[in-house]
């Protein structure tokens, strides 16, 4: 069985789709412990929940059941440099995730900050190429172990997925010549970073291409803080996330509404994001559209849009740039015929 997919290891959260299926977990390992009882089973459904996995002989706890059961976390969103065996693990993990049989073959569209794209684009395409093992832990009497190949793997600055969301459909043909035509910016928000990119005629133009470590978690820092002088708790910023989503904290079994806190922390991110990009874009009127994406763009859009004449937050911000990639998988490995357009040069031959 072979699949055409795209995947997004990002600093807050790993995003993967496959076109029929989408997953979602935090970007978080843990070491593996013997949890003392478990109250349910864990069944496919909720695997996502409690992922056990053994990768390269070690046990780890993945994604959501690390923040709730791991003793030594060893990588959260705390963090902001992932090394090479923790993204190997969330690599293998989301795979899992979209294979339906004991060994899947997958060709992959992924992508890196603008940042370190060049540096660290060959690294990825290494690490990401060739055969995978992976234990799943089901429970302690159920283990399954699975194959994942990953036989071709292209790497795109990030931002350029939420584009090919916009101009390809679910087959990787171009539906949007105008807009593929067009110069647009593009705003990535993420946890950790925030990628801008200008695309000429879906040519990146370098120059007003930048990433900036301002981002959703800088507010998340600001609302630790805050939690820290008003309330005297310590909260680390991976377990953060369900509370800043909710608005709410309940300490000591009150609820108290963090509304106006997580306004003031967004509004300030938006600032200080404007202020980068106005000095990057100089000639904003020169941009036909500008894209607002990423899930910290569903957090902080209401603030950011104003800044623009010609603006939107793309649609499932979340999950647009891992759309794109499966739909450019689509279009490179899929085996409909297609003619070799603008985008194909555009994105070069397959690596
Ligand atoms: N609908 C939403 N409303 C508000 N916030 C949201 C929404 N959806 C996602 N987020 C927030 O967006 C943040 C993560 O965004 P995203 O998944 O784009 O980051 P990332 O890709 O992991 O980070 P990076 O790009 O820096 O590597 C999370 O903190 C999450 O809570
Ligand atoms: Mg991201």
């Known amino acids: 069985m072979e699949k055409n997919i795209g995947v997004d290891l990002g600093y807050g959260f790993v995003k993967v789709s496959d076109g029929k299926k989408d997953k979602i977990f935090p970007s978080v390992v843990g070491q593996a412990r013997t949890l003392r009882y478990s109250t349910e089973e864990n069944t496919d459904q909720n695997f996502i929940k409690n992922m056990d996995v053994i990768v390269d002989d070690r046990e780890y706890f993945v994604g959501e059941l690390a923040n709730r059961q791991s003793d030594i976390v060893l990588f959260s969103l705390d963090e902001n440099r992932m090394d090479e065996q923790i993204s190997k693990i969330l690599l293998i993990t989301s795979l899992s995730l979209l294979s339906d049989s004991k060994s899947t073959n997958f060709n992959t569209v992924t992508g890196l900050p603008v940042g370190f794209y060049t540096e660290t684009k060959q ?38 997925g939420s584009l090919f969301d916009l101009i390809l459909d679910q087959n990787g043909t171009l539906i949007d010549e105008n807009l593929a035509a067009s110069k647009v910016g593009i705003i990535d928000i993420g946890f950790r970073t925030t990628d801008f990119i200008v695309v ?44 800043v989503r909710n608005g709410m904290i309940r300490i000591s079994g009150k609820s108290y509404n963090l509304d106006e806190i997580k306004k003031h922390a967004f509004s300030l991110v938006a600032e200080k994001l404007i202020t980068e990009i106005n000095s990057l874009w100089t000639n904003k009127w020169e941009l036909d ?4 994406s990423g899930g910290g763009g569903m957090a902080i859009s209401e603030f950011l849009l104003p800044a623009f004449e010609n603006a939107v937050l793309v649609k499932e911000a979340q999950f647009a740039n891992v759309y794109g990639f499966r739909k450019l998988a689509q279009r490179l490995y899929g085996t409909h015929s297609k003619m070799t357009t603008n985008l194909d040069l555009a994105v070069g031959s397959n690596e």
Do not use: C, W
Request: charged share 25%; glycine share 2%; proline share 3%.
């Open 123 to 160: 690294t990825i395409t290494q690490r990401f190429k060739g055969r995978h093992s992976i234990v799943l832990r089901k429970n302690q009497k159920n283990e399954s172990e699975q194959t994942l190949t990953v036989n071709e793997v292209k790497v795109l600055p990030q931002p350029f």
């Open 200 to 243: 000429d005629n879906l040519e990146n133009i370098d120059r007003l291409s930048s990433s900036s470590n301002t981002a959703l978690s800088t507010a998340y820092f600001n609302i630790a803080e805050m939690l820290r002088e008003e309330f005297k708790i310590t909260k680390p910023i991976y377990q953060l996330d369900e509370i």
């Open 289 to 292: 559209m500008v894209f607002i």
